[in-house]
């Protein structure tokens, strides 16, 4: 049992600067702190293990086009998303909107992806991809902004890191991330979709 006056040292030494007042929490300015796009890492599940705060399209839908949209683990603790379709002409996705903030001119978007089974349709914009682009209030994506996408074409060995730094138009109320099988047979593994303000 610590006695009053030990208490009363160390209040002194903590107030001193001497001690940190956490002891054990240091707070250093790292890559993973600038992230804003915290529903990336699929870590956040339902109780029962199912995507929280995405929009995922129905499971009729999902039935009626031969597409599949799970959440898988792998080393007994990481979760990602496996997405798959069997109809090269179907787009197989799930999307959410993150709040634009003011200040925010340029942000840096990544998506960790294993692709396997890779077949295209035959839109020249088919690919394993994520799409990230500025919406409206209504969700709907602005004139005149692209559609900036971080992906794949083919079949990856392994995980592969891709990245794409978009421009934040003045008049979003959001960014849209999309990621899915665009016109795409086969199987998309995904992960790690982190978003960093750049400027
Ligand atoms: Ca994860």
Same mark, same amino acid.
């Given at each position: 049992m610590i006695n009053a006056t030990k208490w009363f040292v160390l209040a002194m030494l903590v107030a001193a600067g001497c001690l940190p007042a956490l002891a054990g929490v240091t707070v250093s300015a790292t890559d993973a702190e600038t992230n804003v796009f !915290? #529903? %990336? @890492?699929? #870590?956040? +599940?339902?109780? %029962?293990?199912?995507?929280?705060? /995405?929009? =995922? &399209?129905? &499971? !009729? /839908? +999902?039935e009626k086009v031969g597409g599949r949209i799970e959440v898988m683990s792998e080393d007994g603790t990481n979760h990602f998303v496996r997405v798959s379709s069997t109809d090269a002409k179907q787009i197989v996705r799930i999307g959410k909107d993150l709040p634009v903030q003011p200040e925010w001119k340029k942000l840096k978007c990544s998506i960790r992806i294993r692709a396997s089974n890779l077949k295209l349709g035959e839109p020249t914009w088919a690919a394993a991809k994520s799409h990230f682009? @500025? =919406?409206d209030e209504k969700g709907e994506k602005l004139k005149g902004t692209q559609w900036y996408a971080a992906g794949v074409v083919a079949d990856t060995d392994g995980w592969v890191e891709k990245t794409v730094v978009i421009e934040v138009s003045p008049e979003a109320k959001a960014v849209r991330v999309w990621p899915g099988l665009y016109c795409a047979t086969g199987t998309m593994d995904f992960d790690d979709i982190r978003i960093v303000p750049l400027e």
């Open positions: !915290s #529903e %990336g @890492n699929f #870590e956040t +599940l339902t109780a %029962g293990g199912t995507l929280k705060g /995405w929009d =995922v &399209p129905h &499971p !009729s /839908w +999902l682009i @500025n =919406v």
